[in-house]
């Protein structure tokens, strides 16, 4: 009886405690090469992205410098590899002048995806309208 009621208070306590957040960082280099097809761009930047799984929010500081002109649009892309295209998951909102900021709520399915790698930025200029500059989001775990 005793170790019943030692079992049903550890449970109890296990049952209240409270849920712990996974902060999950990912980083990329932004460059033209890595653009879709690659580009010539000069441009480069660097894009810190940090993932909270119990919010199932994200946020991103997004930082470049030398794109042939202003940045157009900025976007998270996904999923899809190095080298492939996705669709707009996350258009990042202005100001796009550098540093980008942000955040937003997303779904189980998009944890699963930028977890598994399968997510990029993407920065695009008037001269290079489909993208200067594109980085796959890693996370160095």
């Given at each position: 009886m005793r170790m019943l009621a030692c079992l049903v208070a550890a449970s109890s306590l296990l049952a209240a405690a409270p849920v712990v957040a996974e902060v999950i960082h990912f980083t990329t280099k932004l460059d033209g090469a890595s653009e879709t097809p690659p580009n010539d761009s000069k441009g480069m930047g660097e894009a810190n992205v940090t993932l909270d799984t119990v919010k199932h929010t994200v946020s991103w500081a997004v930082t470049y410098?030398?794109?042939?002109?202003?940045?157009?649009?900025?976007?998270?892309?996904?999923?899809?590899?190095?080298?492939?295209?996705?669709?707009?998951?996350?258009?990042?909102?202005?100001?796009?002048?550098?540093?980008?900021?942000?955040?937003?709520?997303?779904?189980?399915?998009?944890?699963?995806?930028?977890?598994?790698?399968?997510?990029?930025?993407?920065?695009?200029?008037?001269?290079?309208p489909a993208g200067e500059i594109r980085g796959q989001l890693v996370s160095p775990h």
């Open positions: 410098s030398g794109l042939t002109g202003p940045a157009t649009m900025a976007h998270l892309h996904g999923p899809a590899a190095p080298g492939a295209a996705a669709p707009v998951t996350i258009p990042l909102a202005a100001p796009l002048a550098s540093p980008i900021k942000g955040s937003a709520a997303i779904t189980d399915t998009q944890i699963g995806d930028l977890r598994g790698g399968l997510w990029y930025v993407n920065v695009h200029t008037a001269a290079h």
